[in-house]
């Protein structure tokens, strides 16, 4: 008899709150307001997108942009009362398909794209390539330190135990993988002589 599913959405959550509890970096974001989700991948290969970071706000957090003549806005998501600023998406079964350095890695790549204000914005860095800096090689490179140093407080095996999974493995085990499935959150065009 099959056990529970196994609820990645949950499992993807614990970690997250534990790296922002344990690394300095991380320290600025509130989990609850971060949704948790994945999205099925086209295809199951290795290569292409395995997560996202959708932001709720505009440059500075602000809620309209101006946009070829038009005032526009993003869709508002809540869970209750909380209002997400972030959505934080995964994309299954390619990214529970890689090794364990590689999802964390990952994780940790989205998480520190929320801007250190935390108001719904990415962090941006001077110059045109404003989300990795001048070079994702070497952007990804402080991400796989960041990895380290978390691994080397010795995170619970409760926490990081399923990362070791992949997908088929935690399916077969658990009977199932489930999770939060939201769409990514549309741009609204705001009508401005409604709202004078």
């Given at each position: 008899m099959p056990n529970?599913?196994?609820d990645f959405s949950a499992a993807m959550r614990r970690l997250c709150e534990d790296v922002c509890l344990r690394i300095p970096e991380f320290q600025h974001i509130r989990m609850d307001a971060v949704g948790v989700t994945y999205a099925q991948a086209r295809r199951r290969v290795p290569h292409g997108l395995q997560a996202k970071l959708t932001p709720m706000r505009f440059a500075g957090g602000v809620l309209t942009e101006r946009r070829r003549g038009r005032t526009w806005t993003v869709q508002r998501i809540f869970t209750g009362e909380q209002e997400l600023l972030y959505l934080l998406t995964f994309y299954l079964p390619r990214f529970l398909d890689h090794s364990p350095q590689e999802k964390l890695v990952t994780t940790l790549h989205e998480l520190y794209h929320i801007s250190p204000q935390f108001n719904g914005d990415i962090r941006r860095f001077e110059g045109r390539c404003?989300?990795?800096?001048?070079?994702?090689a070497n952007y990804d490179?402080?991400?796989?330190?960041?990895?380290?140093q978390y691994l080397k407080g010795r995170p619970s095996k409760s926490i990081v135990g399923f990362l070791a999974s992949s997908?088929?493995?935690?399916?077969?085990?658990h009977g199932g993988v489930v999770g939060l499935k939201v769409p990514i959150p549309k741009l609204i065009a705001v009508d401005e002589r409604s709202s004078a």
């Amino acid at each position: 008899m099959p056990n529970t599913p196994f609820d990645f959405s949950a499992a993807m959550r614990r970690l997250c709150e534990d790296v922002c509890l344990r690394i300095p970096e991380f320290q600025h974001i509130r989990m609850d307001a971060v949704g948790v989700t994945y999205a099925q991948a086209r295809r199951r290969v290795p290569h292409g997108l395995q997560a996202k970071l959708t932001p709720m706000r505009f440059a500075g957090g602000v809620l309209t942009e101006r946009r070829r003549g038009r005032t526009w806005t993003v869709q508002r998501i809540f869970t209750g009362e909380q209002e997400l600023l972030y959505l934080l998406t995964f994309y299954l079964p390619r990214f529970l398909d890689h090794s364990p350095q590689e999802k964390l890695v990952t994780t940790l790549h989205e998480l520190y794209h929320i801007s250190p204000q935390f108001n719904g914005d990415i962090r941006r860095f001077e110059g045109r390539c404003f989300a990795h800096t001048g070079s994702q090689a070497n952007y990804d490179a402080h991400m796989a330190e960041l990895a380290k140093q978390y691994l080397k407080g010795r995170p619970s095996k409760s926490i990081v135990g399923f990362l070791a999974s992949s997908f088929d493995d935690l399916a077969t085990r658990h009977g199932g993988v489930v999770g939060l499935k939201v769409p990514i959150p549309k741009l609204i065009a705001v009508d401005e002589r409604s709202s004078a």
